[in-house]
């Protein structure tokens, strides 16, 4: 099995519980990221493109077309970590904290979840990540700036949107759909809570194994305000990065990052 | 390298492996679905769970499970039509792979299906389905031994030289 088919399996078991993502709300997701992508200088698969250019695209598994998918690819990202006595010792400026940490599995085989369209490592993940952190789960979209998003495939984001709280399950893909084109709302670069602002794996190219590292970093960047042509307002100071592995992308990670102004407000 | 003006030498070659593995105790589901065409499932001995694909101890609460004939027919729990795949199946193309939970099981078996209609309307959720077999002599014990057709063209199906329905 593909990991297309896979991804596919969850995303249309949402669609039959919720009745979305619809093949429309898809295709913004994949013209959110690849157009995310035109002001990262790193990314891979920088595109301006149109709804109609992804129902157009060739058929993968259905419903995803091949601009739904991200391009499997080779990179290589890398963090500096260090403690808390290491940062001070340095005199580092504006170091990025990590001050929220939550991985978590669920059934590896898609066929022994009750629910397929659901993917409780996820929410699990980003509750306990979130709690570490100080943050609440039921408000999380209005307490941080930002989210890097594990985007492998568009219809996964829009389930993202969901476990990851910010919206109300089945919420997802009219969360997208409905703020399309309306500056101030939605994940949009502009918008209440970007997702993926560096284009995502759709965007980027998805360098297995170096992926998680990849957006941590980006987010990090962000947080910095070094993010370049495709740096997003930052007013809380803090931001997620999340990433999925496993057979039946059973895995999953959330982290969460905070500057110097993050931490002070809290 | 210093050397600008240094070129490898390639010579292409082949490697050969012969190589066995085994189901280990899964054994019985791939030995009696060459021989048989049976589809066995497993029992938990403590919760009851019926486990297909079977799984030698129960997931749930660790129990062992014993060994339990399913029957050829259920209903697809989740759907996609593949335009797009591996080598050793891309000839097939366009097909449905689904998860199916046969009646009488409760988790879902991974497993291509087969139409003379292949359209989402069709290879969707609720769909019921029934399995279709090789001919004896050309299954080999592997899940490429059969495969799901939707109910109301299982006659069609097995009524082809090359395939043949279970008892
Ligand atoms: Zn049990």
Redesign the pocket.
């Known amino acids: 099995m593909m990991a297309a088919s896979s991804y596919v399996s969850m995303v249309n078991a949402h669609y039959d519980e919720f009745g979305n993502p619809t093949e429309e709300q898809m295709a913004l997701v994949s013209i959110k990221n690849h157009g995310n992508a035109m002001n990262n200088p790193k990314a891979q698969s920088p595109m301006e493109i149109t709804v109609q250019d992804v129902l157009n695209s060739r058929i993968i598994c259905y419903p995803f077309k091949m601009l739904d998918c991200c391009l499997y690819s080779e990179a290589s990202a890398a963090l500096i970590l260090a403690s808390e006595e290491k940062v001070k010792e340095l005199g580092v400026d504006n170091p990025i904290w990590i001050t929220g940490v939550g991985a978590a599995n669920t059934d590896c085989f898609i066929g022994n979840r009750e629910s397929m369209g659901r993917l409780y490592s996820n929410i699990n993940a980003a509750k306990v990540a979130y709690k570490m952190a100080g943050l609440d789960y039921d408000n999380i979209k209005n307490q941080i700036d930002l989210a890097e998003l594990h985007d492998a495939f568009s219809g996964q984001e829009v389930i993202s949107y969901e476990e990851l709280g910010f919206v109300p399950f089945g919420e997802g893909g009219p969360w997208i759909e409905n703020t399309y084109e309306k500056p101030g709302m939605g994940p949009w670069i502009d918008g209440e809570l970007p997702c993926c602002p560096s284009g995502g794996l759709i965007g980027c190219g998805h360098a297995v194994g170096a992926t998680g590292i990849m957006s941590t970093g980006e987010a990090a960047l962000q947080l910095r305000g070094d993010a370049g042509k495709h740096q997003v307002e930052i007013n809380h100071g803090r931001a997620i990065s999340h990433s999925i592995g496993g057979p039946g992308a059973a895995y999953a990670a959330v982290i969460v990052m905070e500057n110097e102004e993050g931490l002070s407000k809290k | 390298m210093t050397d600008k003006n240094f070129q490898a030498h390639e010579i292409r070659d082949k490697i050969k492996i012969d190589y066995k593995y085994t189901y280990g105790s899964q054994s019985k589901f791939f030995i009696d679905l060459m021989s048989d065409k049976k589809l066995q499932g497993t029992k ?1 001995k ?4 019926v486990w297909m694909p079977p799984r030698v101890g ?1 997931s ?2 660790f ?1 062992d499970t014993e060994w339990v004939e399913l029957p050829h027919s259920g209903q697809i729990m989740v759907s996609t039509i593949v335009w797009y795949t591996t080598s050793d199946f891309i000839q097939k193309i366009p097909y449905g792979i689904a998860f199916i939970k046969l009646d009488n099981a409760d988790t879902a078996l991974l497993q291509g299906v087969f139409s003379e209609n292949l359209v989402p309307s069709k290879i969707k959720k609720g769909q019921r389905v029934k399995a279709v077999f090789k001919t004896a002599a050309d299954r080999e014990g592997k899940m490429t031994d059969f495969f799901f057709v939707p109910e109301d063209e299982y006659e069609a199906w097995i009524n082809q030289e090359q395939y043949e329905g279970g008892k």
Not at chain 2, 46 to 49: A, D
């Open positions: 938990c403590k919760c009851g769970k129960c749930d609460c129990e």
